[in-house]
């Protein structure tokens, strides 16, 4: 029998619950459908705002190239009419044109102009954040890593071996890699990240276009870590796979479309982004420590090297890069997170000398050939700390279970148990075991 349906002081009782309850529920459901609509209201507020700050600048325009170019390359005069360098005034001359006897400089419609500004060009507006750039691994350490030192002239050898970052020397393995490939391959490969630090006939040193698209310059782009992705991805850094597993990527995936990117510069709170990404943890400015260009200033270890060792300004560095996570976290959890991920870094430390110990047989021998990347042995030696060592690491630090693991781990381990049994099957060969 119903509520309803019960007689007396029991079914009274039973008859006001039934009746309270229905109100409560009622009240709950007017407090959601409100809820929506003010989300909805402040949603459709934000895209207006947007909106109005798109406003095409250049709509009218009587510059002479804006002119020109809205019919030969629209986009890109649309995109750098809705830009903040277009709003501050900023021409198209002012990036682009040169003198005539300037490296580089090619002749355009009775003037002189680069297709391509260096960052020489940059530097007049953004010198602070250019010499922070200039001094990080996206500078000359980057190009350095793939072409080596014999190509750099005496001013960007000694720009090179001024720059902390550059203090582990590029890999010659890499360098070999890049020679071997040759040049119709690496415009397409190597070149695409690497050039980041590219010098400009100008003398001057990088591509700050590689993160900031043109011709829009959009801090919400910028900011984004899919922008990372083109580079930081891939068996030997796979950054942008890790962050998507961990829970800060998962954050950004589920959430990130209400996060505040147009933020000011410098001015970012837990309230604007309220998970890590890699501008946020690497770039900008977040509770206590300032925005910068120098990717590496914030960076504890040398990760990317075959044996990880802690940078020269390790102890600065940390306390850089936990100011930003003091805004989520505990010390106590910083401190005890930081512990352990040095313990992982050290442990794939040692699994990396040991494959050198279990290779040394074969150079004592004469077993080892002087050409790189000619041999099999070659390819597991190398993958073994350049893929899976990194990457092991890299999934410590940025909490990617997976990679740590499966694409780390497992595959050091593997690659080490190929290597001992490849070593003694050459030693066998030779009859150098004293079986």
Not at 31 to 42: H, P, Q
Not at 72 to 90: C, E
Request: aromatic share 8%; with cysteine; hydrophobic share 40%.
């Amino acid at each position: 029998m119903s509520d309803f349906g019960v007689t007396g002081h029991d079914g009274a009782v039973r008859r006001w619950w039934s009746v309270g309850r229905l109100a409560i529920l009622g009240f709950a459901g007017v407090l959601m459908v409100l809820g929506v609509v003010l989300i909805i209201l402040a949603t459709s507020d934000r895209d207006l705002a947007a909106e109005e700050e798109r406003e095409n600048v250049l709509a009218g325009s009587d510059n002479v190239c804006v002119g020109c170019h809205a019919n030969t390359t629209p986009g890109i005069v649309d995109q750098y009419g809705h830009s903040t360098m277009a709003a501050a005034n900023v021409s198209c001359q002012d990036c682009h044109e040169v003198a005539a006897d300037h490296p580089g400089a090619v002749a355009h419609e009775d003037t002189w102009v680069l297709a391509d500004p260096t960052t020489a060009m940059c530097e007049r507006c953004h010198p602070a954040e250019t010499r922070q750039y200039l001094a990080s691994r996206h500078g000359i350490p980057a190009y350095v890593a793939m072409v080596g030192k014999e190509w750099l002239s005496g001013d960007l050898l000694a720009m090179y071996d001024s720059i902390p970052e550059a203090a582990p020397n590029p890999n010659e393995e890499r360098n070999a890699l890049y020679a071997l490939e040759g040049p119709a391959v690496t415009r397409f490969a190597c070149e695409g990240c690497h050039n980041i630090g590219r010098p400009a006939p100008d003398g001057s040193v990088g591509e700050c276009q590689q993160c900031h698209l043109r011709h829009e310059f959009s801090l919400e782009q910028a900011r984004k870590p899919e922008t990372c992705n083109a580079c930081h991805i891939g068996p030997d850094h796979p950054q942008w796979e890790i962050y998507q597993e961990s829970p800060h990527g998962i954050a950004y995936a589920t959430g990130g479309y209400r996060w505040n990117w147009e933020v000011e510069p410098g001015r970012a709170t837990v309230m604007d982004i309220p998970a890590a990404t890699c501008a946020l943890c690497h770039v900008s400015g977040f509770g206590g420590t300032g925005t910068t260009h120098d990717v590496g200033e914030r960076l504890t270890w040398y990760l990317f090297t075959p044996v990880s060792e802690m940078r020269p300004n390790a102890d600065d560095n940390r306390v850089r890069m936990q100011t930003v996570c003091l805004e989520c976290h505990n010390q106590g959890f910083i401190d005890a997170f930081y512990s352990d991920a040095a313990a992982a870094t050290l442990a794939v430390n040692e699994w990396v000398l040991e494959s050198r110990e279990i290779m040394q047989p074969l150079a004592e021998a004469g077993l080892l050939t002087p050409e790189p990347f000619d041999d099999p042995i070659d390819y597991v030696f190398f993958e073994l700390w350049h893929h899976w060592g990194r990457t092991a690491k890299f999934g410590a630090w940025m909490q990617g279970p997976d990679y740590t693991q499966w694409h780390g781990a497992y595959e050091v381990l593997s690659d080490l148990a190929e290597l001992r049994e490849m070593v003694v099957e050459r030693l066998d060969a030779a009859e150098l075991t004293g079986g």
